[in-house]
């Protein structure tokens, strides 16, 4: 019989299962979604499904093989993946596959649902939810409790009517459908990667915890879709924004020109001088704002952006008609400002 390394070492084609946590896909979308490398299944439909994933074993058998009658039954969700080659290099694309993938997945999420019950989509146990329990003595009045509370996420991303119907009318299905294609002539590779890393790190930031971290991976991924190299953010990223929404009653009324070179700064004290004391939420609920227009707006016009050059100078048109204070042409009519209503205890914890 060979060993568990022998039989890593080998090569094929290998078919990778594992379990998701934070995640339901319902029947209403059909119990299966397909990100790009890695397709999403509920455990109910993988049994119906498992030739067509070419499983060389039925559920039954590969429970009896591993002596596990728990065996793809401990996840609502699984994610499966087919790659051919040696199995422990193979293993490891798959594993950052899901992980990315995930992470897009989360990004739906941003403008859906809001940050206080949003989901964390991990693999398998990779990140437990936790408690905390402490002790509050109130040496005044002489008064004393103890208090055990949940930490992490704890809420799931349901796949269901709703999500849907959402979703097809915002840029998370157009997301998709360009991160599939792979045809090199709807935009530079260059720039479908580029907003692929702002989905995976704009996805990251929704399941986050964390204030700071969830602040800087956004900021990160607006730079990403706006800047290039050369650019002085701060100038540069305002104009970049304004271009899609500096049209609307929000722009001027909100001072979001400002705001976003406040945040810019917030951003370099953190990164070049720790600096994270005046980071708050309503920074990042900012940044969550500035993120989904600005998704949305490339990714319904991705025809007038098939390069980052094009986005640029999209933008220095923009800038143009209103320096003349002309009647402006370059923006498209169906050019959209999606709105985020928060409530107060939207802006008290992540």
Known sequence: MKSITEIVDEKGQWIFV????????????????????????????????????NFPWTIKELKERFKDPTLLEESEVYAIGSFGGVGTEKEQEFLKFVKEELAILSLSQLGYGRRRSNAALHVSNGKRNGSLKYLAMNKTKLTSTRHFNRSGRFHTLELDKRWLSFHKKHFFFELLSLLKNSDSTIISDNWKLDIKNAAILAGQSQSSTELEHAFLWNVIAIE??????????????????????????????????????????????FVHAGRIDSINLDDLLFTDKILLNVLHNILKHINLFKTKDDLIMFSKKVEAEHTLGIVGKTRPKTTTYIDVCYIDQDFKSL
């Open 18 to 53: 594992i379990a998701v946590s934070g995640l339901s896909i319902s029947q209403e979308i059909g119990e299966e979604l397909t990100i790009n490398k890695i397709t999403f299944v509920s455990k109910d439909k993988l049994k119906r499904i498992r030739k067509r994933l």
């Open 224 to 269: 990403t879709l706006l800047a290039k190299q050369g650019d002085s953010y701060s100038s540069a990223l305002p104009l970049r924004v304004e271009a899609f929404i500096g049209w609307t009653t929000a722009w001027s009324l909100n001072n979001f020109s400002e705001k976003i070179v406040d945040i810019y700064k917030k951003r370099s004290a």
